[in-house]
Structure formats: C-alpha cells, structure tokens
C-alpha cells in the first residue's frame, strides 16, 4: 500500500513509500517499476530526492531517517529520532544538507558529511508544534507554529530575518499545517488550520521584515462545503494550485493569479487521501488514497485532418480567389528575386551536434543543464528460463569449477542481486543517534494512531512475517480529465 510520493526534479521518476517499508521507484514514462528498495521495516511517511537525481532521502515510522543511494539501492547512513519525523526536505541547492521536522520538537537541520545536526530556534518554546520548509533555493528557511507565527531564518547562521502572524478576520491566530514553495517564481502557501489556503510573495516578507503584516496575494477556500485541506502544492510553473481534500479523495484546482476555481477532480467516493504530487513538468497530478496511486491527465484528443500550421479544416466547400499567377506552373511576370529570408537560410550551415538545454529543466539562474543528473534508471531484462540462455554459462558454472564465488562473474551478480532487488545492503551503514532535549519519546505517527479501526491500522503497518520473498507494491491506475491546459 503507497503512502506518500514524490517525483525528481524531472518528472522523469516517481518515488512511493510503501507501508510495508519500501520504496519503489517509478519511471514515469514507461509506467513500470524500475527500482524496489527495501529500506525500512515500518511504513515510509515522507521522502524527498536530491537535486541531481542520485539520492533519496525518507524518513520511516519508528523515528529512523535513511539516506539512500538510488542507482545501487544501498543505505548511505542513517539517523535514529526520539519522535516520529512529519517531514523531511533536502537543500534545494546543497545535497549535504536534510531539514527535518520532528513530532514535538523544533526543526532540525542535518549535516550529512559530518552528521551534525542544528536545533532551529522557535518563536514559543512551549509550544514544539512546528513545521518548516526551505525557500526555492534554499537561503532561508521558514517556520510556522501552532500559534499562527511565521519565521523566517537565514539556512547557514539560524539568524532571524523576517517574521509575521497568520491571522484570521477576527484576529484569533490559527495554526501552520504546511508550508510549500513553488518551482518558479517567489511564491509560497501556507495551508492553515483554519481551512484556508494563503499565498504570499516572499519578497514581500523579506521586504516587511520582523513583525512585519504582509497581505497575502489570494485566500483559497471551499466556501460551500469548508473543506479542511490534507495536500497542498504548486503546478510545475508555479500559475496552478492544488489542494487535496481532507474528508474525501477530491482535488482542488485554482488559478494562482486570479484566485477561481478551475476544477474539481473527483476519486473513489469512501477513500481518504493521503498524499498529492504535482508533476514539475508536464500538467499531471499523482494522488494517493486506500494505497493507490492515481495519476490525473488530460484526456489528448488526437487530429491527424490538418498537417500544416495554416491548414484550415473546413466543414464545406467554400469559394477561393485565385491570386494572380498563383497556380501557374511558371510565373512569366516573375522577376528574378534575391536570396532574403528562407531562401537566403538554405546556404547557412546548420549546426546539428549543438544540444540546446530544455528550458523546464533548468532554473532562472542557470544557463545549462546538470550534466550528471540521474533521468533514469537502468533496468536489466529479465530472463524467464536461464537453462536455455546459448550465450550465458551453465547456472551451475560456479559450482562445477570449484572457484571461489567471490571472484566468479555470477557469483558477483548474485552478490549485487539483492540490492538491485530490494534485499539487504552490501556494506553496513552508519547510525547515529539525534539527541535531542525534552522531546517525548513515546509520541506516535499520526498515519499510525488515526482514529477509527485500530486492527486494520495494526495489520497494515509494518511489513508481514514470512514475506521476505513476497513483494507488495502499489498499485497504479490512470483517471482522464478534461479542462486543464
């Protein structure tokens, strides 16, 4: 059963955690699985993936936040909490760096290199209900409490640098859910108890400075049904909002800079959703409920009647003017023109090795692509039958020579089989312990202690006995929408 997630930063591959533990990986093209990791025991509740594709981070319900390495399925390190992780976020521009958000507890910035980690300072230190998310490249980081206050730290000194409260029409404070950014541009939302969704400007925080009282850019909310919100994110451009509903699997989608209401996409009546995902590229939204992930997208009508761009379709015959010498095989007023414009284009040379960069992968500040990013993954056929492979050696090569199987080419594929497969890691990775003071350590996930059919809840987290060899993975199915450019 899929619980959260997450695409890279190309929309290319599609992170789910898996309440069995697991994480398996998407690639969205092909709509297959390319990777099965086995990375916790208990239920994956948050993930993230680095900048350049090549790490994942996720955070599991027994408090342990593991990074790891995408294309080997091996654990770099890992990092044990005193209290459930609700998030986790790697530096939009330094791999090195991982924000966490634990239950109870102040932000924590980690250090990966030398596992240090920073307690971010709070506005209330009684009140630990905190949720906290990086800016668009990372410069600054913001918090919000329960209390409605809003916090603005520098990433690399902690220091503060901005501030404000969130507050209703009557001025009571209402507590900070969530806080995202969008891919482009210096907006962000704040997703308030309150069932109502703020959009700010971030330069116009920064500008106002500490208790400052910027006005947000557009209030969203269901008027009619107060509709409490789960999920909330940016289009890949950064002009849509989506939010997805608390009480039922529906989507809500708003314009950005006029503030309607676009669409509402509709699931499975009785489902709850749980996670939400926009595409960074294409207009596609991955949504989760009842350990399904849907994908939503627009349903392409395809129209093979007009080939060139001035062609026109037309539904009768209608009557055409001919041009002087329009349709003449030879124009004998002609005069003999000179080369300008496309004529003139056919002499210069055409340079056909030059790779333009694809303008959605890079961002504002930056000319070219990463070079070294991770678009896909490699995956290796399968064969059913191995005993009738002519141009493999015999499955039992290694055990009639004698040799050691350490040293032997199928020997060292099964070695890297169960990492590739989802099995253990080759090397042990490092543990280290976040101490962290007055934080309770018997506090529960809130995926584990929902309120409703406890027996339910205690079967599905965790992975089963006996299913070393089984594999449980979501399942996966498309909805088609119409309406959305």
């Not at 899929?2 to 599609?14: D, E, I, K, V, Y």
């Not at 109502?196 to 209030?219: A, F, H, N, S, W």
């Not at 010498?325 to 000179?338: A, L, N, T, V």
């Not at 070393?468 to 996966?476: A, D, E, M, R, W």
């Amino acid at each position: 059963m899929a619980l959260t997630c997450t695409f890279n930063r190309w929309g290319t591959l599609l992170a789910v955690g898996c309440n069995d533990g697991r994480i398996v990986i998407w690639d969205f093209l092909t709509r297959g699985i390319a990777k099965i990791i086995s990375a916790h025991i208990h239920p994956v509740c948050s993930l993230c993936w680095s900048r350049d594709g090549h790490k994942l981070v996720s955070a599991s319900t027994d408090n342990i936040v593991s990074q790891w390495d995408v294309l080997t399925g091996d654990c770099d390190q890992r990092f044990r909490f005193p209290s459930p992780i609700l998030k986790l976020q790697y530096h939009p521009r330094d791999m090195d760096k991982v924000l966490v958000c634990p239950m109870k507890s102040a932000p924590v910035l980690l250090t990966l290199s030398d596992s240090k980690h920073v307690v971010l300072p709070v506005d209330d230190d009684s009140d630990l209900n905190v949720v906290a998310a990086f800016d668009r490249r990372g410069e600054y980081i913001y918090t919000g409490n329960a209390k409605g206050k809003i916090l603005v730290l520098n990433t690399n000194t902690q220091e503060l640098v901005a501030s404000f409260r969130v507050t209703t029409g009557t001025s009571n404070t209402t507590a900070i859910k969530s806080i995202e950014f969008a891919r482009k541009g210096s907006c962000f939302l704040i997703n308030t108890a309150d069932r109502i969704i703020r959009v700010y400007d971030g330069r116009e925080i920064l500008t106002c400075g500490r208790d400052g009282e910027p006005e947000p850019m557009q209030k969203l909310q269901d008027l009619v049904n107060r509709t409490p919100w789960k999920r909330c994110c940016f289009s890949g451009d950064g002009e849509y909002i989506v939010a997805g509903s608390a009480r039922q699997h529906a989507l809500y989608i708003w314009e950005k800079s006029i503030g309607n209401l676009v669409k509402i996409l509709h699931g499975t009546r009785g489902e709850l959703l749980l996670d939400v995902a926009w595409h960074p590229v294409r207009p596609i939204i991955a949504s989760i409920s009842s350990g399904v992930v849907s994908i939503w997208a627009q349903n392409q009508v395809e129209n093979w009647s007009a080939f060139a761009p001035d062609f026109k379709e037309l539904d009768e015959n209608v009557e055409y003017e001919e041009r002087e010498s329009e349709f003449d095989i030879e124009d004998e007023d002609k005069s003999e023109p000179e080369q300008t414009g496309a004529d003139a284009a056919e002499d210069e040379e055409v340079d056909v090795t030059t790779v333009d960069p694809i303008a959605a992968f890079c961002s504002s500040d930056e000319e070219l692509e990463d070079h070294k990013a991770l678009l896909y993954l490699p995956i290796a056929p399968e064969v059913e039958d191995p005993e009738e492979n002519p141009f493999g050696p015999p499955p039992d090569a290694s055990v009639q020579s004698g040799a050691p199987e350490d040293t032997l080419t199928g020997g060292d594929k099964k070695q890297r089989q169960p990492s590739s497969e989802g099995g253990p890691a080759k090397k042990k990775a490092r543990t280290t312990t976040i101490e962290l003071q007055g934080v309770p350590s018997d506090e529960v996930h809130p995926l584990l202690g929902v309120k409703g059919d406890g027996k339910s809840k205690k079967k599905t987290a965790g992975r089963p006995k006996g299913s070393k060899g089984s594999l449980v993975t979501p399942s996966y199915k498309q909805h088609d929408i119409g309406g959305m450019d």
